[in-house]
């Protein structure tokens, strides 16, 4: 299999502008999911009154129906009651809802597993609740939970590819044109394939590496 | 009030506590004096633990009262953290924050609770580790120490707070044989400086040697009062208590 | 009017073409469910072997699938090898060698994880009483590593049925396309349409997903300890 490398370097300019909104639209998505899934989970471990509910619903929702159907349903649907929103927007609220849900689990798991015994030994040299969040709870939580967080951060890039259903001018997009316009399969799928390693094998490599750092709370006390 | 001679640091009147429809705690009344050392022993699931868990403040309880310095810790408007940082609580799994280095361990409640000057307080807790022989550990993670140095260091980081009364709650009963020596060493060490201190242990050479005061717990009550530890051992009075020191002899 | 918007659901024969659509979604995630557990199964087996080249080799066919998105998969497949090999693959076709090939994998890493999780003594016993390999397998180390793996297995077959929602997009006419079909035709009539439509197949994913997510937890509450 011979590629047109001509075509390569001509297409590399739509490449590289696809692979920034979509690593943009990544960047955003995965941002917000981790800000949802810190409240939520907060709500859940603290079983804040009234909302624990409303968090549970959401999570079930949003883990249990595919994104394009999330997408399809604010970008279409939501327009024709009347909530108009543009693509990339969508596609961010799209991967929030999505990404929330399994950051709001892989939190809770950590808080979760914050012994009982470490709680009581932050409560019996004094700290306030407060304190016991921020200097023992939150940060062993953290690094149990960073393994699953990590894996949620590689999952919600490689989910951004459905973006492109939406009419978002992403990768998933480009290739298609182009496979439609020039038939320069080959090439375009190539490129495609080379453009996600670019953007997913380094995060992968530094979410190991980041893992290994704050893997303390493992090792027990 | 509050008296300065011959003071009850702590006093606990008709203590109930349950779990469920589990009766824990049968109406407890107890005194502690300033710089008494009192061994509290019992088979277990008699309650002993549960006891100084709640003189820490770490139960709700059900009934009764109890006082620390005549002001009491039960009630609703009263600052647990004051209380706590008064008194000192080291627990069976030891529980050092694995996040944090010894030091950090040590110096969390200091600097952060108590608002200390960060060089004062390191002066005082490398003393402290100095004492129990561990000023070389203060980088050290949590993970890279035996058991032993571990409870050694969970001492430290109570005895830094300066608390008024220690509470001990089966501390070497995770531990290898070989490594309670050095643990017990230095709670010894404390009753020599008139630390007051409730020890709840099953060591029983030990509790002879450092107890002012044995009670004996069974079944959620105090069974035995004994001021004089030795003839606790050798001649206690009641049936109970006799059937308990029996399962320590071959 | 936005209230009977739902109706569009229900007029003529709607309802029972998105039923028929909901079909082909779901004949495409049951064949490659049951073709990826069954080989899954035996690559899993596999895995356990002692050699190190089989073991990179299994590893780095799950990465590959990993890394990769599943719908640039479809495409490489959809466009890319069926020019190569000059053969003409329906969509459904493409979707089900995915499907499967990626089920494979990911079943492949749960028998093997559930394998492996298995305390060594249990395979030393059975060798005392004097059992073959296969024998091995058969009685001692599948039965004890299939309670293991049921949990990981369901959740597998869980993202998958999710996951056949992306087939519209290399133009099978599943229950989206079908959806897409009637609310282009009722554009004029109904225009709150897509609301209702994509609601609608919202909630039948969720209906099929819902049941199967709550029953892999509780298996793995049950089974835990």
């Known amino acids: 299999m011979n590629l047109n490398w001509d075509f390569i370097i001509e297409s590399l300019h739509l490449y590289g502008e696809a692979a920034l909104t979509t690593f943009r639209l990544g960047f955003w998505g995965i941002l917000f999911s981790l800000f949802i899934g810190v409240i939520c989970s907060i709500i859940l471990y ?88 921020r200097y023992i709870i939150f940060p062993q939580a953290i690094s149990v939970s960073m393994p699953s967080l990590g894996a949620n951060c590689i999952f919600l890039l490689k989910e951004t590819s459905i973006v492109g259903a939406i009419a978002v001018m992403d990768l998933m997009n480009i290739t298609k044109n182009l496979i439609g316009m020039y038939y320069q399969t080959y090439e375009s799928l190539f490129m495609l394939v080379v453009s996600y390693l670019i953007m997913i094998l380094p995060l992968s490599f530094f979410l190991t590496w980041l893992e290994r750092k704050v893997r303390y709370a493992e090792f027990g006390n | 009030m509050y008296e300065q001679d011959n003071e009850e640091l702590l006093v606990i009147k008709g203590l109930h506590k349950e779990y469920n429809d589990l009766i824990v705690l049968k109406g407890i009344d107890l005194k502690i004096k300033k710089g008494e050392v009192v061994v509290i022993l019992g088979p277990s699931g008699c309650g002993k633990s549960t006891l100084l868990r709640c003189i820490n403040g770490l139960e709700k309880i059900q009934g009764g009262d109890i006082r620390y310095k005549n002001e009491s810790i039960v009630s609703k408007d009263v600052n647990l953290q004051d209380i706590r940082q008064q008194i000192g609580m080291v ?129 959620g009550d105090i069974c035995e009062t004994s001021e004089e530890p030795e003839e606790f051992f050798t001649n206690p009075k009641t049936e109970r208590a006799k059937h308990f020191l029996n399962i320590f002899q071959y | 009017m936005q209230n009977l918007g739902i109706k569009v659901l229900f007029q003529g024969m709607n309802l029972q073409r998105l039923i028929q659509g909901l079909g082909v979604t779901g004949r495409i995630a049951f064949t490659s469910i049951i073709i ?190």
């Open chain 2, 91 to 219: 627990f069976q799994s030891y529980d050092l924050f694995p996040h944090m280095t010894v030091i950090e361990n040590i110096l969390l409640g200091p600097l952060k609770v108590q608002k200390r000057n960060k060089k004062e307080a390191m002066e005082q807790a490398c003393e402290l580790l100095d004492r129990v022989g561990l000023l070389d550990r203060q980088d050290s993670y949590p993970r890279q120490l035996s058991g032993g140095q571990k409870q050694r260091i969970a001492i430290v980081r109570a005895l830094c707070m300066n608390p008024e009364i220690m509470l001990f709650d089966e501390v070497t009963a995770s531990l290898d044989p070989e490594m309670v020596r050095e643990v017990l060493d230095v709670i010894l060490g404390l009753t020599k400086q008139g630390m007051t201190m409730i020890i709840v242990t099953h060591e029983m050479n030990f509790a002879r040697s450092v107890a002012d005061r044995i009670i004996f717990m069974d079944e």
């Open chain 1, 46 to 133: 603290f079983n804040i009154k009234g909302l624990g509910k409303i968090v549970k619903i959401y999570v079930e929702l949003s883990r249990n129906t595919p994104l394009l159907i999330q997408l399809f349903f604010l970008y279409f649907g939501l327009t024709k009651v009347g909530i108009v929103l543009s693509e990339e927007a969508c596609a961010i609220i799209g991967l929030s809802f999505l990404g929330g849900s399994y950051m709001t689990e892989a939190f809770r798991s950590g808080l979760e597993a914050v012994g009982v015994t470490q709680i009581e030994s932050g409560l019996s040299i004094g700290l306030s609740k407060l304190q016991l969040a």
């Open chain 3, 36 to 225: 990826g557990s069954i080989f899954g199964m035996l690559l899993g087996i596999v895995w356990t072997s002692k050699s190190k080249i089989i073991k990179f080799l299994c590893r780095l066919y799950l990465e590959v699938f990993r890394i990769i998105p599943i719908l640039v998969w479809l495409f490489i497949m959809y466009f890319g090898v069926t020019t190569a090999l000059n053969v003409d693959l329906s969509g459904e076709t493409v979707a089900i060698i995915v499907f499967t090939l990626w089920g494979i994998a990911e079943m492949a890493d749960i028998v093997r994880g559930s394998l492996e999780s298995l305390p060594r003594h249990q395979i030393e016993s059975g060798k005392a009483i004097g059992l073959s390999n296969l024998g091995l397998y058969r009685y001692i180390l599948i039965p004890q590593a299939a309670r293991r793996m049921l949990p990981g297995a369901i959740n597998l077959a869980t993202r998958m049925i999710k996951t056949t929602s992306l087939v519209v997009l290399i133009g099978v006419v599943d229950v989206i396309k079908v959806g897409q079909q009637i609310i282009e035709l009722s554009r004029i009539e109904v225009p709150t349409a897509s609301f209702w439509v994509y609601g609608f197949v919202f909630i039948l994913y969720f209906i099929i997903c819902y049941p199967l997510s709550k029953l892999s937890k509780k298996l793995e509450a049950k089974w835990s300890d």
